[in-house]
């Protein structure tokens, strides 16, 4: 079982950054995937970044202003997000999956752990 809490939401002026951090506890697999989802309200969960096996997976949308780094010894992963927009506020939550392949990592039905989620809200 594996638990994962994520922090460092808030409000955020367009243009702003943010920096959100997911702690995992429990059996993690150094090998699987972790990564960030986002749902804003009425809205579809959408895939955000993910990293697996030392490579970095983007959504277009957040691609060169968003940066995820996950740090195995800590059992962290993180998202560095830069020049926000109004149209990224939405809670976002970070996810494990240990056995996903790279074709599988923005589908979130092969995630196999969840956090609560964390609201971001981009707005002057």
């Known amino acids: 079982q594996v638990q994962l809490q994520e922090s460092g939401g808030g409000l955020v002026q367009p243009g702003g950054s943010l920096r959100l951090s997911c702690v995992a506890s429990?059996?993690?697999?150094?090998?699987?995937?972790m990564a960030w989802f986002r749902q804003a309200p009425t809205k579809d969960r959408e895939f955000v970044a993910a990293?697996?096996?030392?490579?970095?997976y983007y959504s277009d949308s957040v691609r060169g202003r968003f940066s995820i780094v996950r740090d195995n010894s800590k059992n962290t992963v993180s998202l560095q997000m830069n020049s926000l927009k109004p149209e990224d506020s939405a809670v976002y939550y970070c996810?494990?999956?240990?056995?996903?392949?790279?074709?599988?990592?923005?589908?979130?039905?092969?995630?196999?752990?969840w956090g609560q989620g964390t609201q971001v809200t981009v707005s002057s």
């Open positions: 996810a494990s999956c240990p056995r996903c392949i790279v074709s599988s990592l923005s589908r979130g039905q092969y995630y196999d752990y």
């Open positions: 429990g059996s993690t697999s150094r090998n699987g995937a």
């Open positions: 990293h697996r096996m030392g490579n970095a």
